[in-house]
Structures are given as structure tokens and as C-alpha cells.
């Protein structure tokens, strides 16, 4: 992606950062669903993106086994594999011990976590759907910063270079604060995104140029496993690094 500009007067097609595509994966058997979306908060850039992983029960522990081996796949920043990342706090450990609640049928509260690396919130959750499976829910808030002429710490904490520990007062100023900003003015609000996306989910997909699904949906199959929701707003590859 590039810098954007900031400020209103520019007219900022945030349009162009809606997107929301689905695979569907044979070995091990899964779908993954994800969706991005854009707002501009006191001139910052900020971007949501929500990750649902749909997983057959009888696959569940092939799911967490991979989890824990292959953590590089679900990566939700450039730093999970830092070396002096905080042990047992990166995504997949998060994802592994909400699965693990569920499987229980323990009720867990939704908790916030923060990357010490980058201005970024995440939440994990997951979801019974009987015979259906069981879903892995990831949302992140990405701040990327006012997007001035020289990139600031916001814009380039996300790079791969970037390896630098938010001082304590940032770190701390960002508890949250991401999250909130956002959805302070979030259309749709996080339930909404929420509840579409879990739609979204289980809606009707076939392997033809265009599904017009029976709940209304219009996807279009992008050939292979993939298909994105109709009208397709922005250039999927622009997100391929922040989609998973
Ligand atoms: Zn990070
Ligand atoms: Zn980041
Ligand atoms: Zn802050």
C-alpha cells in the first residue's frame, strides 16, 4: 500500500480500502474468510481487518497442531518471530488457547492485546457452530499513521526492518486507544462487520465466473479457491500482506 495523504480536502477514496474475499482450503480442510476496511481518525490512517477461519470439529486438532508449528502462516504483524517476542503471547498462541476454551465449553471474555512492536490492537474469539465446525475470529486495528511526507513510527513499525520496542508511554498510550478510535466512528460498527462477516461465511459460493447466492450475495470466483464479495472495491493485492 502506499503513503496516503491526509486530510479530508484530498477526498481519500476510503471506499478503495473495503475488501472482503474468501478461500477455501482442501488439506487441511478450512475456510477462511477475511475483510478490510478503512477510516481516517484525527488525520490518522487507521485499518480494520477481520479474520474468520472455519474448521470442521473432527479437524480441530490437525487445526492446532498446525497452529502451533506453522505459526509463520497466521502471522498478524511482521513480529511474531522476533526473537525476543514475549513468549506465549503471539496470535497463534492466543488462537490455540480460545480453541481450546471452546472445546471445553468455557466461556471466555473477549480480551484486547497489543503488538509491543507496532501500533496495533487485536482481538481473539472463536465460535460454536455445531455441525458446521468451529470458527477462529481475528480483528485487527492497524494504525498507520497521519501519512506525512516523511513517514513517522506509526507507518514504519509495520515494516519488516522495523524491530525497535514501543517505548513504555507508547506502548501504553496504545492500550486499546486504536480500537477505540475506530470504532468511535465505524460504519459498520464492530458487531455489524461481525455479524455480516459470520453471514458472509456460510453464504453460497460455486466454482463460476459469478454465485448469485439465495441470501442476495454476488461473489466472484477468482479462479482457484477464491472469491471475492461483489462489488469488488479495491485491488486485492494491495492487502495480500494483511490478509491471511
Ligand atoms: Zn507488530
Ligand atoms: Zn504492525
Ligand atoms: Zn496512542
Not at 478490510?36 to 470439529?57: K, Y
Not at 498478524?76 to 476454551?101: E, F, N, Q, W
Not at 471474555?109 to 482481538?123: G, K
Request: net charge negative; proline share 5%; with cysteine.
Amino acid at each position: 500500500m502506499k503513503q496516503h495523504r491526509c486530510g479530508t480536502d484530498i477526498g481519500f477514496p476510503l471506499e478503495a480500502c473495503r475488501h472482503l474475499e474468501v478461500r477455501h482450503h482442501e488439506s487441511p480442510q478450512k475456510v477462511v474468510l477475511s475483510s478490510a476496511d478503512a477510516q481516517i481518525v484525527s488525520d490518522e490512517f487507521i485499518m480494520r481487518f477481520q479474520t474468520w477461519t472455519l474448521v470442521p470439529w473432527n479437524r480441530s486438532d490437525t487445526f492446532v497442531e498446525q497452529l502451533a508449528k506453522e505459526d509463520y502462516m497466521h502471522d498478524i504483524c511482521v513480529h511474531g518471530r522476533l526473537a525476543g517476542y514475549p513468549d506465549g503471547s503471539k496470535v497463534t498462541d492466543h488462537m490455540i488457547s480460545r480453541v481450546t476454551l471452546l472445546e471445553n465449553g468455557e466461556d471466555c471474555q473477549t480480551r484486547l492485546f497489543q503488538c509491543p512492536y507496532c501500533y496495533m490492537d487485536y482481538m481473539v474469539d472463536a465460535k460454536d457452530f455445531g455441525e458446521q465446525g468451529f470458527a477462529v475470529i481475528t480483528t485487527k486495528w492497524v494504525n498507520f499513521g497521519p501519512g506525512r511526507e516523511s513517514p513517522d513510527i506509526k507507518w514504519r513499525c509495520h515494516g519488516t526492518r522495523y524491530k525497535d520496542r514501543l517505548d513504555v508511554n507508547d506502548a501504553a498510550c496504545h492500550g486499546g486507544e486504536i480500537r477505540a478510535d475506530f470504532e468511535s466512528q465505524a460504519e459498520p460498527s464492530l458487531e455489524d462487520l461481525t455479524s455480516d462477516n459470520e453471514r458472509r461465511l456460510f453464504s453460497t459460493r460455486k466454482r463460476r465466473a459469478i454465485t448469485r447466492a439465495p441470501d442476495g450475495r454476488i461473489w466472484r470466483w477468482s479462479g482457484g479457491a477464491r472469491w471475492f464479495l461483489d462489488p469488488p472495491n479495491s485491488n486485492p493485492s494491495i492487502w495480500e500482506r494483511w490478509l491471511w
